[in-house]
Structure formats: structure tokens, C-alpha cells
């Protein structure tokens, strides 16, 4: 850590700017500049080698989202986002090799960002991070797309989930359960925003908390007053009225009917 690492303050706000530059040099970090637009980041950029940009989202010329998808390169830095805005789902970032944080700045929420941030500055994990700042972005942006993959971050490592290859998506509190083969991926994001994302002709939501591959479904049965559909590795998942419909015309009506392999 110290003073090796370059940070560059991309804000329009200025008390922002400096209150931001002030607490970065406190923490043995080298403020190259602080700027107050994009295009005066990427002038910065272009002479100077920066390790961090520490980027506002919202600004009046040009968002820092847009900033954020130029330097997603594999030789770009790293970015740390920063807002007073909390609607642009801070927790997609939490996990993630980039992080977001909220104005005013918690000290010791910026002392961990600058621990997250120097680690990948001096392992270089360049392909890694590139991905995450890629995937978070897309994740957050709001985009008609569907998502195609995710990027979570693991212990010491990131991994990126093509989601296609998910059976299920599972809401766990604050993360979702991502079952792919044999292994549950733990992801930090909300299962609603998630499935919003998601590729409708590749997956159906049945409950609430689940969300599963249309492939993957086996049987509809009723159990009870509930619902219950069976996935095609014998695992049991709820299905919800609110569901019930979507799920019946997928699985082919209730207790289904048989099914070739999953893809």
C-alpha cells in the first residue's frame, strides 16, 4: 500500500473533490489530480498512469458510467465509484473487485475500499477486474440486454457465472444462490433485481425466492394448497399463484410431462 498507488478524484462537486483528495492522503495514497468532468479524467488519464479513479456517477456533462465502460480495458484502472445517489444498487457492488461508496465517505468504509483496491493494484489481476467493472456496470445500468454473466468475488480470487449455465438462482438474504454443476455460488444482489435481468426465454421465476432454468423443469405437483416443481436433479422448489401460470406453461401442465436432457 502507501504512496505507489495513484489515485485520480473524478467529481463535480468540489468539497467533494477535496474532502475525498484529503482523506486518500491521509491514507498514504498519491491524489495525481481531482478532476471535475469525464473528459477532464480521460486528459488526466492520457498522461498520467493511474492506478485508482475514485469516480462520481451522476455528472452533467457525461455520467461516470461511461467513463466507467471506456476503462474496463484490460490495461485500464481500477474504479472505485462514488455517490450520494443510493438507487444505483449499492449492494451489486459490495463483492466485487470495483466498489461503490455513498457520500458522505465513512472512513472506515474507505479504509477497506483502499485495502480492496490496493490488493488488485498489486496482484495486477487486470483480466479479472476488467470483467467485474464490465459486469458491474451492465448490472447496474439498467440496460434492455438481458444479462449474460455475472462477475462475484470469492476468497482472494473473482469468478465470473456465465449465467446460462445456471440451474437455479436461489435468494439467500442479501446474496442469491447461484447452483451451477455441483457448486453453490454465493453472488451479493437482490433476486428481484436479478431476475429482472435475466433472458425470460431461458428462465422462469416460480416463487419469490427461486428462479430456475425453463430447461431444468420437470414436473408441476400440487402439494397440499401449494405448489411444488421438480427440477430435472430431483431438487423440489416452491411454486407461488403469483407464479403458477408462467411455471404451468412451461412445464407443459401440472405434473408435467417428460423431458429430453438439459442442454
Not at 111 to 126: I, P, S
Not at 148 to 154: H, K
Request: aromatic share 4%; net charge neutral; glycine share 8%.
Amino acid at each position: 500500500m502507501g504512496a505507489s498507488h495513484r489515485a485520480l478524484v473524478v467529481d463535480d462537486e468540489p468539497l467533494a473533490r477535496v474532502n475525498l483528495s484529503h482523506a486518500l492522503g491521509r491514507a498514504g495514497w498519491e491524489v495525481l489530480d481531482a478532476v471535475a468532468s469525464a473528459a477532464a479524467a480521460r486528459r488526466v488519464l492520457a498522461a498520467r498512469e493511474v492506478d485508482v479513479v475514485f469516480l462520481d456517477v451522476q455528472m452533467p456533462e457525461e455520467d461516470g458510467l461511461s467513463l466507467a465502460r471506456e476503462l474496463a480495458g484490460a490495461d485500464g484502472p481500477v474504479v472505485v465509484f462514488v455517490t450520494a445517489h443510493d438507487r444505483y444498487a449499492v449492494a451489486a457492488f459490495e463483492v466485487r473487485a470495483l466498489d461503490y461508496l455513498q457520500k458522505p465517505v465513512d472512513d472506515a468504509r474507505l479504509a477497506r475500499t483502499l485495502v480492496r483496491a490496493g490488493e488488485l493494484v498489486d496482484l495486477r489481476e487486470r483480466a479479472a477486474w476488467s470483467d467485474a467493472v464490465r459486469d458491474a456496470v451492465d448490472e447496474v445500468d439498467g440496460g434492455a440486454a438481458p444479462l449474460t454473466r455475472v462477475c462475484v468475488r470469492g476468497v482472494g480470487r473473482l469468478e465470473t457465472v456465465v449465467l446460462a449455465d445456471v440451474r437455479r438462482f436461489t435468494s439467500a438474504g442479501n446474496y442469491v444462490e447461484l447452483h451451477v454443476g455441483d457448486r453453490v455460488v454465493l453472488h451479493r444482489a437482490s433476486l428481484s433485481a436479478l431476475a429482472a435481468r435475466l433472458d425470460p426465454a431461458l428462465f422462469v421465476q416460480t416463487h419469490r425466492t427461486t428462479v430456475v432454468r425453463r430447461d431444468r423443469m420437470r414436473a408441476l405437483t400440487r402439494v397440499g394448497d401449494t405448489w411444488e416443481l421438480t427440477l430435472d436433479d430431483g431438487a423440489r422448489v416452491p411454486v407461488s399463484a403469483r407464479h403458477l401460470t408462467a411455471v404451468r406453461a412451461g412445464i407443459g401442465g401440472e405434473r408435467g410431462c417428460p423431458r429430453g436432457p438439459a442442454r
